[in-house]
């Protein structure tokens, strides 16, 4: 799957400058690519030109200096009203035919990219009627959910952004950070590379790759987005395979090992199930993808099928997609992800606080659309 990244705010940027890491990871290992481009778009023009380092892949756009002081995402879809054709005039439209989904990225608690996110969405969806356009949504930290303000923007950014996008991938800022600190305090270059990974998979096995790293059940871009529709979470785990070593005395391809691997797979779909990009309850998901890598050599169809049937265990029988890929080595690894969520408690919980924050929700939510 080829993707344009739009990355919109602080936040929106420095995702996706990762992206085009991840990029130059596919290309490398894989020969393939799944960024057409990147693009930053921001008022800040340092943190533009740290973003433009990671070189030509990202694109950088400069939105003028916001008209109020107020950090309200309001001021941020005001801005992008007003310069939002003009941003999509100076993409390169003639590298969209080879793109396969629009990807933009904000996160939810700042003024920029909170509220400019779901107006750049509509406009990219009525002008590119038949390309996806999904969303990727950083949630605040801990330690910034008792400031009105993030509180107020993120339920605002989460309502407007479900109207005017076809998927909205959430990523709960503080889950991934003790995730990825589990040895030290992780900071944003650290919880940006956890929060794109899940993605590197997916993207390349669903590319022209190499044949001898075609699975039995390949998964296509069709497959994904048929999968990919409302609230989303996404999780990647990995296991490793044991060494295959030469032994007089060990069985290389014999029930025992097949055994093993399939534990390893199930293991990998363990860690993926624990790292979902947010708290959420499968059984709450009525749509939902698996995709299993492991090397060719330790394959066998036991280990996809047994991620399969579990997945439809876990989801109470949801409408479950999903394939297997051998560009890996010397690991199993899953991604996972449940689409059309129905509940989602960290949402219910933002408009709830945001309500009685701020009467006036209701009325302004149709401004960001
Ligand atoms: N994961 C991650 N979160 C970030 C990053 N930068 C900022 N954030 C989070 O994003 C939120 C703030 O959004 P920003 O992107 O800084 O805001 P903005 O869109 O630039 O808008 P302004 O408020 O005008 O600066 C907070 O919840 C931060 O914790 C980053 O690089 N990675
Ligand atoms: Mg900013």
């Known amino acids: 799957m080829k993707l344009v990244v739009i990355g919109i705010g602080d936040c929106g940027s420095n995702l996706a400058a990762e992206f085009v890491r991840l990029n130059?990871?596919?290309?490398?290992?894989t020969g393939v690519e799944i960024l057409v481009r990147s693009y930053a778009i921001n008022d800040d023009l340092a943190s533009l030109n740290t973003v433009k380092k990671v070189g030509d892949k990202l694109?950088?756009?400069?939105?003028?200096?916001?008209?109020?002081?107020?950090?309200?995402?309001?001021?941020?879809?005001?801005?992008?009203?007003?310069?939002?054709?003009?941003?999509?005039?100076?993409?390169?439209?003639?590298?969209?035919f080879e793109t396969d989904a629009f990807l933009l990225v904000a996160g939810s608690a700042g003024c920029i990219g909170s509220?400019?996110?779901s107006i750049l969405a509509r406009k990219l969806h009525d002008r590119y009627v038949n390309k996806p356009v999904y969303a990727i949504i950083v949630l605040p930290l801990a330690s910034e959910n008792n400031v009105p303000m993030f509180v107020y923007n993120t339920a605002l950014c989460l309502k407007s952004i479900d109207k005017t996008s076809d998927a909205i991938f959430l990523f709960d800022n503080e889950k991934v950070r003790s995730e990825a600190s589990v040895k030290s305090a992780a900071g944003n270059d650290e919880i940006n590379r956890e929060m794109v990974l899940p993605f590197f998979d997916l993207c390349r096995a669903s590319e022209k790759v190499d044949p001898k790293y075609l699975g039995t059940s390949n998964i296509g871009v069709g497959e994904i987005v048929q999968s990919l529709?409302?609230?989303t979470a996404i999780g990647y785990g990995s296991a490793q395979l044991p060494s295959g070593g030469f032994s007089l005395f060990k069985k290389t391809d014999g029930f025992e090992n097949k055994g093993e691997e399939t534990v390893k797979a199930m293991e990998a779909m363990s860690s993926a199930?624990?790292?979902?990009?947010?708290?959420?309850?499968?059984?709450?998901?009525?749509?939902?993808?698996y995709l299993l890598c492991v090397p060719s050599k330790?394959?066998?169809?036991?280990?996809?099928?047994?991620?399969?049937?579990?997945?439809?265990?876990?989801?109470?029988n949801g409408e479950v997609r999903g394939g297997d890929f051998y560009g890996v080595k010397d690991y199993a690894t899953v991604t996972l992800i449940a689409s059309r969520i129905t509940y989602l408690e960290k949402i219910k919980d933002y408009y709830e606080r945001a309500s009685s924050l701020a009467p006036e929700l209701k009325k302004n939510e149709t401004q960001l659309t």
């Open 24 to 29: 130059s990871r596919a290309k490398s290992e």
């Open 229 to 231: 529709n409302g609230w």
């Open 115 to 117: 509220g400019g996110i």
């Open 298 to 316: 330790n394959a066998n169809i036991g280990m996809t099928r047994a991620v399969g049937n579990r997945m439809r265990e876990l989801t109470n």
């Open 59 to 96: 694109l950088t756009i400069q939105l003028p200096a916001p008209d109020s002081s107020s950090k309200a995402s309001e001021v941020g879809a005001d801005l992008m009203r007003a310069n939002g054709d003009r941003i999509i005039a100076t993409m390169r439209a003639g590298e969209f």
């Open 273 to 289: 199930l624990s790292h979902f990009s947010i708290e959420c309850k499968l059984e709450d998901a009525r749509k939902a993808l």
